[in-house]
């Protein structure tokens, strides 16, 4: 049972580039979200799902999409990075109540 | 409107000691979670609770929900408890999250 799995562990982004961060998990959780982390910010929702099919902004949506075609995947995309989106970010799900989180994926853009 | 206020925001402390953290909410919750983060690291959650207390190792997780408090206690503290001890609940579909609590054990 791998649990939440994240995607890549570490990347380095110039200003403009696009890319995906990863998130599967392996628990048929319905709840998938996404955070990202920075210095004395805490964590701050960026997307949720509460099922395949079904996605909804949380407090930092901009810059970000997401989609959940599937229970298991819910990337997370970056349109075109800029500096401000340096930052932690942590992929977890939920079910019951019982809260899982990826390792999390450092992202530099430069 | 920050609906979750975590104290202290530092704190450290000697090989031994007894440490409480404290999380304290302003609106009704069913349930309120533990987490814990170590440096670089990746976060797993120490506790779910709805009431009372729960137990695990020389961690103490107890919370009154009519009163909007939960605290986390650590006994015995050790360098390895060297950590960021963040409390969280979840409402209308979303996890809200403190600020943590970080926390620095020295030998």
């Known amino acids: 049972n791998a649990g939440v799995t994240q995607t890549p562990k570490f990347q380095v982004l110039k200003t403009g580039q696009s890319m995906t961060l990863q998130c599967a998990q392996d628990?048929?959780?319905?709840?998938m979200s996404w955070y990202r982390q920075d210095p004395g910010m805490g964590l701050r929702l960026i997307h949720y799902?509460?099922?395949?099919?079904?996605?909804d902004q949380g407090e930092v949506p901009n810059g970000y999409n997401v989609s959940r075609s599937t229970t298991e995947d819910f990337p997370l995309r970056l349109l075109s990075a800029a500096p401000s989106q340096t930052s932690v970010y942590f992929c977890a799900s939920s079910a019951t109540g019982e809260l899982f989180f990826g390792e999390g994926s450092r992202l530099t853009v430069l | 409107k920050n609906e979750v206020e975590q104290s202290p925001q530092n704190l450290t402390a000697q090989e031994g000691e007894f440490i409480t953290i404290n999380c304290s909410y302003s609106?009704?919750?069913?349930?309120l979670h533990w987490l814990q983060q170590h440096p670089g690291g990746g976060i797993v959650s120490l506790f779910m609770?709805?009431?009372g207390k729960k137990k695990h190792g020389r961690l103490i997780a107890t919370i009154n929900i009519q009163e909007k408090h939960s605290s986390l206690h650590i006994t015995a503290s050790h360098p390895r408890d060297s950590a960021v001890y963040i409390c969280?609940?979840?409402?209308?579909?979303?996890?809200?999250f403190g600020a943590g609590t970080q926390v620095v054990v020295t030998p």
């Open positions: 609770l709805s009431s």
């Open positions: 628990m048929n959780h319905e709840y």
């Open positions: 969280a609940f979840y409402r209308w579909g979303k996890f809200q």
């Open positions: 609106v009704g919750i069913s349930a």
């Open positions: 799902s509460v099922g395949a099919g079904i996605t």
